[in-house]
């Protein structure tokens, strides 16, 4: 077999690829929480493709499903058509997902990617209440179009647009200055006070953990408070479930221990199940104003995403599942607060909720470097935070206990070997 050079994407892709900067190999296989390079050499992934294989790669039941569907010539796509893979979705994800939660949505499908469902949200805010102004939070991430875009506290990202982000206010997300700031008593003053500037919004949007911000995890009380705010003003709250979403924080939806009921969800990544690109907004009912084709989109017809989510949906059928993710969240937690605790020196912090946790340093550059050990012996892992302070653990859902201590081991190793660097003294 012939080798492929890296070469070829430093010549012919776009400077703008960056994971394959951060995970410099050839790829050529993955299954469950491993993959496997050109050479053979074993990875555990302990990134998951940044939250979009809840699942892990290529599920035998999902894989079996679609190869069976494709077989046999199933539609592959068919815009917003009715189709019969659709239908067993919608049905399904009512039976299994909403109505054991009491949940009332009406979905929609409105493309295949993360930024299309905050798209569709942003949008039918400001349809059905009249107002133009969203309000985001410090260091959430909400995608790379527009709309998401100017909800987005990343500056590196914002830039990126070329042009001014509008009509949206930033306001201070859970203990973004510190633990004892009020940061909602702060927000109310502002939406109280007829002279702050800030005009009462069509939406708030929020992650319950931000992701790519730095695993940041809002507390229930200011989640319920926030829901309660938006009650109090007539302002539609929006939750970006996205990453957070289908297990990743322990139980489907991030928002259910809040005990919170969002009046838009956002969700894409692993609701497809095996990585297939699929994205759904969960909209109340009163609030689905749209007329027909006013929000549209060449691929929100992905038959063959229907499929596997479809299949992905039997992990929730009992309550077996979600208990074996939050006992294996308990193991992970564990770690990382022992990994805090063996070494004060790297001054760190565990954050996080679930299979969406990491530690956070003080220690500039600490993270990167612990992100390129691990990886140089065997594991995937990226950072996150506005600079790269944290180094996260997302594992599939359903790794076993030897992989996740393989995974600890190597994160404690890779630590070890960064700590004893003649860069880090004096920092």
């Known amino acids: 077999m012939?080798?492929?050079?890296?070469?070829?994407f430093e010549k012919l892709e776009s400077e703008v690829r960056s994971y394959c900067r951060s995970f410099p190999t050839v790829f050529t296989k993955a299954k469950g929480y491993k993959m496997w390079n050109e050479e053979g050499k074993e990875y555990i992934d302990f990134f998951s493709g940044a939250g979009a294989l809840n699942y892990g790669h290529n599920d035998p039941v999902m894989k079996s499903k679609l190869v069976d569907y494709i077989l046999n010539d199933g539609v592959t796509h068919s815009l917003d058509m009715a189709t019969a893979p659709k239908a067993e979705f919608l049905e399904t994800f009512n039976e299994v997902i909403l109505k054991p939660r009491n949940l009332d949505y009406k979905v929609m499908f409105p493309g295949p990617t993360g930024t299309n469902t905050v798209e569709s949200a942003l949008k039918l805010a400001r349809k059905v209440t009249?107002?133009?102004?969203?309000?985001?939070?410090?260091?959430?991430?909400?995608?790379?179009?527009?709309?998401?875009?100017?909800?987005?506290?990343?500056?590196?990202?914002?830039?990126?647009?070329?042009?001014?982000?509008?009509?949206?206010?930033?306001?201070?997300?859970?203990?973004?200055?510190?633990?004892?700031?009020?940061?909602?008593?702060?927000?109310?003053r502002f939406l109280e006070d007829s002279g702050s500037g800030v005009a009462i919004p069509a939406a708030m949007i929020l992650e319950t953990v931000q992701g790519e911000g730095g695993i940041n995890a809002a507390r229930f009380e200011w989640l319920q408070r926030i829901e309660s705010i938006?009650?109090?003003?007539?302002?539609?709250?929006?939750?970006?479930?996205?990453?957070?979403?289908?297990?990743?924080?322990?139980?489907?939806?991030?928002?259910?221990?809040?005990?919170?009921?969002p009046d838009i969800v956002c969700m894409s990544k692993s609701i497809g199940g095996y990585g297939t690109p699929l994205a759904i907004t969960l909209i109340r009912p009163e609030l689905d104003i749209w007329d027909p084709g006013e929000?549209?989109?060449t691929f929100r017809g992905n038959n063959h995403a229907f499929i596997t989510a479809t299949a992905a949906l039997d992990y929730w059928k009992d309550e077996t599942f979600e208990k074996s993710i939050q006992e294996k969240s308990e193991r992970i937690y564990k770690f990382l607060e022992d990994i805090v605790a063996k070494y004060p020196e790297i001054k760190g912090e565990v954050r996080g909720r679930g299979f969406m946790v990491g530690v956070a340093s003080e220690i500039e550059g600490l993270a990167s470097r612990v992100s390129a050990e691990a990886f140089e012996r065997g594991l995937i892992m990226e950072t996150?935070?506005?600079?790269?302070?944290?180094?996260?653990?997302?594992?599939a859902l359903t790794i076993d206990?030897?992989?996740?201590?393989?995974?600890?081991?190597?994160?404690?190793?890779?630590l070890k070997a960064v700590l004893g660097t003649k860069e880090l003294v004096g920092n």
Not at 2 to 8: G, H, I, L, Y
Not at 232 to 258: M, N, Y
Not at 401 to 414: A, H, P, R, T, V
Request: hydrophobic share 35%; charged share 25%; net charge negative.
């Open 401 to 414: 206990e030897s992989g996740l201590e393989k995974g600890f081991e190597i994160i404690e190793n890779s």
């Open 384 to 395: 996150a935070g506005p600079n790269d302070e944290v180094f996260k653990l997302f594992p």
């Open 230 to 261: 938006c009650k109090r003003w007539g302002i539609l709250l929006i939750v970006d479930d996205v990453q957070a979403g289908v297990g990743r924080t322990g139980t489907f939806f991030s928002f259910e221990k809040a005990g919170i009921i």
């Open 295 to 297: 929000h549209n989109g």
């Open 2 to 8: 012939t080798k492929t050079d890296m070469k070829v």
């Open 130 to 188: 009249g107002r133009t102004d969203i309000i985001s939070f410090t260091n959430g991430f909400h995608g790379m179009t527009i709309g998401a875009l100017s909800v987005t506290g990343n500056s590196f990202k914002r830039k990126g647009a070329g042009i001014p982000l509008q009509n949206v206010v930033t306001m201070p997300y859970d203990s973004f200055v510190n633990d004892d700031l009020d940061t909602l008593e702060y927000l109310e």
